[in-house]
């Protein structure tokens, strides 16, 4: 079974940044990414990529301050988060799934256990 370990999260001031890393046990899958839930909110899409062709795609709420990437390990991906708000204060998810898709929640397979990001002064 894939296993996704999520690391990095912690406190942040607004208009600060943090890098998540996803670390998965094995390669198998396909799309990769990161979703979010806020306090008393539903489960979100923030970024997700194609593990071999890098193809990556972006929820409006993050693009042009979020970064999806594949770092140097070929099983670890990263979340760089740059001008964060603090309505980006959630519980982020690595999930991961074998199929060629959008980032969404349920085409997913595979989840973390959750990382907290709080965005607070």
């Known amino acids: 079974q894939l296993q996704l370990v999520e690391s990095g999260g912690g406190l942040v001031q607004p208009g600060g940044s943090l890098k998540l890393a996803c670390a998965a046990s094995s390669l198998e899958y396909t799309t990769i990414g990161w979703f979010r839930q806020a306090p008393g909110k539903g489960l979100k899409p923030v970024a997700c990529i194609n593990k071999r062709s890098g193809t990556t795609d972006y929820d409006l709420s993050v693009k042009e301050r979020f970064t999806i990437s594949r770092d140097d390990a070929e099983n670890t991906i990263s979340l760089q988060m740059n001008s964060l708000k603090p309505e980006d204060t959630a519980v982020y998810y690595c999930?991961?799934?074998?199929?060629?898709?959008?980032?969404?929640?349920?085409?997913?397979?595979?989840w973390g256990e959750g990382i907290l990001v709080n965005v607070s002064s």
């Open positions: 999930a991961a799934t074998p199929m060629i898709t959008s980032c969404t929640a349920t085409f997913m397979r595979a």
